[in-house]
């Protein structure tokens, strides 16, 4: 039987018996190596911050990790009701605790649970820690564990102060207003809902409705066929909701609400945001507004991943910022380098405030997105004209995403092998050439092969890569046109979608064998 390792964003897997899926067992025996490690590299009686989410088997497996720290000798700080990801990472950082585990699978479907390690400084776990501490769950031989304690952990006065200096750190960040625009959330049957609420408030903005049949967290999310705001159909009840109370935004957080997805009208219609013009929008607000203390502006730093657009880059050269591509999934993405102020991922991640949380936060996004809605209402603009004036400076760019579920593993593999033995040299029209990341000498190397090309002030892109947290293959396909006059706009924006409306349909044949 094969055994749970980590991924992108630490274990997941479905709740059940063995060592292939989340348990008490499983969940044990990662925090006794993960104790061990940490007694290994100096840390005895170190805090460790320990966090969960609503999910089915999350107090059990909460109850667990604490229990399992707490015998080992360490300082545990337990966050004894659920709570979005984001706190917890936020107070391993504040309280400069050695570890911290939140226990959550963020977005997966109803029947996941994870458990995911961050360390010193609050960033996910990465190379070599990860191999290390896996070394030492190999290593361990002892029989399954007792079932889950039960006890509730003792009241601690950090515990219970967590929300309220998270929400504090939001607030001090991002700042209050007076703001009339109206906003439509949801928190998609997660526990990032009351937190969100209270945020927003905060920072002036107090006329917000919400998904009703959504708000409570509720771990079979019965009104969507999986809880990701990215998945087609799952953020349907709040565009709805949107159109009914003429809000001036939507916005829809992921489980954990580490995530965040912006609805907006765009070209007279209400839809969601791609993760990419999201990205853009807040890397251009953050750069344009950015007091941080740095000696002059090309300190700056900006990033994003090698599977997201290419729109945050050119806004980033305009405004004489940098910007870097990391390895995906935010644990390479706070280490970008200094001076960083934004990161984000094309999967609806974003990290406006570094500084205090060194993962993707979907609550101060949300945050951060309201503010540059008002901004933009008190010009008398929409979020959409925003798009589109980065439209004008750095021509249109439309970016998309083809998933293949996969029964097995070996599947993907399979189709992986295929592409780089017999890699494509034309997609929608345009040749290209590959770049196989796998054999890359530098920092990008990762199970990735990248084919990109340009023909008439049009360049394209399609980047196929196993998925790190999910059985599946990931293609991410762009189409991005030359800067053009506003006047052209409507007429770029056709060839654009048509240029990724290829890619899509030649990314499934690609799947498929074609070629």
């Given at each position: 039987?094969?055994?749970?390792?980590?991924?992108?964003?630490?274990?997941?897997?479905?709740?059940?018996?063995?060592?292939?899926?989340?348990?008490?067992?499983?969940?044990?025996?990662?925090?006794?190596?993960?104790?061990?490690?940490?007694?290994?590299?100096?840390?005895?009686?170190?805090?460790?911050?320990?966090?969960?989410?609503?999910?089915?088997?999350?107090?059990?497996?909460?109850?667990?990790?604490?229990?399992?720290?707490?015998?080992?000798?360490?300082?545990?700080?337990?966050?004894?009701?659920?709570l979005p990801t984001p706190v917890l990472a936020f107070t391993t950082r504040e309280l400069g605790a050695a570890a911290g585990v939140m226990i959550t699978a963020s977005h997966n479907p109803p029947a996941d649970n994870g458990y995911k390690v961050?360390?010193?400084?609050?960033?996910?776990?990465?190379?070599?820690?990860?191999?290390?501490?896996?070394?030492?769950?190999?290593?361990?031989?002892?029989?399954?564990?007792?079932?889950?304690?039960?006890?509730?952990?003792?009241?601690?006065?950090?515990?219970?102060?967590?929300?309220?200096?998270?929400?504090?750190?939001?607030?001090?960040?991002?700042?209050?207003?007076?703001?009339?625009?109206?906003?439509?959330?949801?928190?998609?049957?997660?526990?990032?809902?009351?937190?969100?609420?209270?945020?927003?408030?905060?920072?002036?903005?107090?006329?917000?409705?919400?998904?009703?049949?959504?708000?409570?967290?509720?771990?079979?999310?019965?009104?969507?066929?999986?809880?990701?705001?990215?998945?087609?159909?799952?953020?349907?009840?709040?565009?709805?909701?949107?159109?009914?109370?003429?809000?001036?935004?939507?916005?829809?957080?992921?489980?954990?609400?580490?995530?965040?997805?912006?609805?907006?009208?765009?070209?007279?219609?209400?839809?969601?945001?791609?993760?990419?013009?999201?990205?853009?929008?807040?890397?251009?607000?953050?750069?344009?507004?950015?007091?941080?203390?740095?000696?002059?502006?090309?300190?700056?730093?900006?990033?994003?991943?090698?599977?997201?657009?290419?729109?945050?880059?050119?806004?980033?050269?305009?405004?004489?910022?940098?910007?870097?591509?990391?390895?995906?999934?935010?644990?390479?993405?706070?280490?970008?380098?200094?001076?960083?102020?934004?990161?984000?991922?094309?999967?609806?991640?974003?990290?406006?405030?570094?500084?205090?949380?060194?993962?993707?936060?979907?609550?101060?996004?949300?945050?951060?997105?309201?503010?540059?809605?008002?901004?933009?209402?008190?010009?008398?603009?929409?979020?959409?004209?925003?798009?589109?004036?980065?439209?004008?400076?750095?021509?249109?760019?439309?970016?998309?995403?083809?998933?293949?579920?996969?029964?097995?593993?070996?599947?993907?593999?399979?189709?992986?092998?295929?592409?780089?033995?017999?890699?494509?040299?034309?997609?929608?029209?345009?040749?290209?050439?590959?770049?196989?990341?796998?054999?890359?000498?530098?920092?990008?190397?990762?199970?990735?092969?990248?084919?990109?090309?340009?023909?008439?002030?049009?360049?394209?892109?399609?980047?196929?890569?196993?998925?790190?947290?999910?059985?599946?293959?990931?293609?991410?396909?762009?189409?991005?046109?030359?800067?053009?006059?506003?006047?052209?706009?409507?007429?770029?924006?056709?060839?654009?979608?048509?240029?990724?409306?290829?890619?899509?349909?030649?990314?499934?044949?690609?799947?498929?064998?074609?070629?």
């Amino acid at each position: 039987m094969t055994r749970l390792r980590f991924g992108t964003a630490g274990l997941r897997g479905r709740v059940g018996p063995g060592t292939d899926h989340m348990n008490v067992d499983v969940v044990r025996r990662t925090t006794d190596a993960l104790a061990q490690w940490l007694l290994d590299h100096g840390h005895r009686g170190a805090t460790v911050v320990v966090g969960r989410d609503a999910r089915h088997g999350s107090a059990e497996f909460f109850c667990t990790t604490v229990a399992a720290f707490d015998e080992a000798g360490f300082d545990v700080v337990a966050l004894d009701s659920p709570l979005p990801t984001p706190v917890l990472a936020f107070t391993t950082r504040e309280l400069g605790a050695a570890a911290g585990v939140m226990i959550t699978a963020s977005h997966n479907p109803p029947a996941d649970n994870g458990y995911k390690v961050y360390l010193d400084g609050g960033a996910q776990l990465i190379p070599p820690a990860d191999a290390e501490i896996e070394s030492l769950i190999d290593a361990d031989a002892t029989p399954p564990s007792d079932p889950a304690p039960t006890t509730a952990p003792q009241p601690d006065p950090r515990a219970t102060a967590a929300p309220d200096r998270y929400l504090a750190r939001i607030a001090s960040r991002l700042g209050t207003r007076h703001s009339s625009i109206r906003i439509a959330l949801t928190p998609m049957h997660g526990v990032g809902g009351d937190l969100a609420l209270r945020a927003l408030a905060g920072a002036g903005f107090t006329d917000v409705v919400v998904v009703d049949e959504q708000f409570a967290p509720d771990p079979d999310f019965p009104t969507v066929a999986f809880p990701n705001p990215e998945e087609p159909g799952a953020s349907d009840l709040l565009l709805a909701l949107a159109r009914r109370h003429d809000a001036d935004i939507a916005i829809a957080l992921d489980p954990d609400a580490d995530r965040c997805a912006v609805g907006a009208v765009v070209d007279g219609g209400w839809r969601m945001l791609t993760g990419d013009e999201t990205g853009a929008l807040l890397g251009s607000a953050v750069l344009a507004e950015d007091t941080s203390p740095v000696e002059s502006a090309t300190e700056a730093l900006v990033a994003s991943t090698i599977v997201s657009g290419s729109l945050l880059a050119a806004v980033a050269a305009a405004a004489g910022a940098r910007h870097v591509q990391t390895l995906t999934g935010f644990k390479w993405l706070v280490q970008a380098g200094e001076g960083l102020r934004y990161a984000y991922e094309e999967a609806i991640g974003h990290c406006v405030d570094p500084d205090a949380v060194r993962d993707k936060d979907g609550i101060s996004a949300a945050v951060a997105l309201a503010v540059v809605a008002h901004d933009r209402a008190a010009a008398g603009s929409t979020l959409g004209d925003a798009l589109d004036d980065l439209f004008v400076d750095h021509g249109v760019h439309r970016t998309g995403q083809v998933a293949i579920r996969a029964e097995r593993l070996s599947d993907i593999a399979d189709t992986m092998a295929r592409l780089r033995a017999t890699p494509p040299t034309e997609l929608a029209g345009v040749a290209v050439e590959m770049t196989d990341h796998a054999t890359r000498s530098d920092e990008l190397r990762t199970d990735a092969v990248a084919f990109t090309g340009s023909s008439q002030g049009a360049r394209i892109r399609l980047i196929a890569r196993p998925s790190g947290t999910e059985p599946k293959l990931k293609f991410y396909l762009e189409a991005a046109l030359a800067p053009a006059d506003r006047g052209d706009l409507p007429a770029d924006k056709q060839r654009a979608d048509a240029l990724l409306a290829r890619l899509e349909n030649e990314a499934g044949q690609l799947a498929e064998g074609g070629s």
